[in-house]
């Protein structure tokens, strides 16, 4: 598969990686495998190399919780000389209910509306299940497709996500239960 991405002019992966040992990494990334996916992200770094190409720019992320704490530099140390680019975030939750219904986020004021949102213009995520979605906040909600029935080019060509752009670009954050909820529309 990752041949077959890299042939295809994917020029960016974005992979969550949440831990320098197993035992972290597999305690996070619950039903995960450590050892396949480090293999399967140097495996798709060898074979771009193979192929002369600097496409796609891979970058690790690692995000950063107690559990993990003590080993950020052990991921940083290994994973730097090996990917274009190591990203270390702060967890921020995917659904903001309670914040959303108080019309704050944290410590932050709601944003007049005219907030846009460039994720589903310029990326896809895509779980280790297939499934794909328009943007990391909507990782649990409603899926757009899955690379297991559709290719990724049918998958952002298709009505969801244009129907979704349009809203997006329109203003409609309502019509969209995700995006209602969506920390972009507050500040600190």
Known sequence: MN???IERGLTRIRIGFDGATADTYEKIRIGANFHKVKDNILNCIRIRNEMGSSLPIVRVSCVHLSENDKEIQDFITFWKPQVDYVSIQRYKPHEFTQERERGKMGAGEKVVENVKCSQPFESLYIRVNGDVHACCSMVYGPRVGSIFESSVSDIW???KM???RWLLKNGVWDDI????????QYVK
């Open 157 to 159: 060509n298709s009505d």
């Open 3 to 5: 041949r077959k991405l």
């Open 177 to 184: 239960p995700t995006c209602k909820k969506c920390m972009i």
């Open 162 to 164: 244009k129907r979704l």
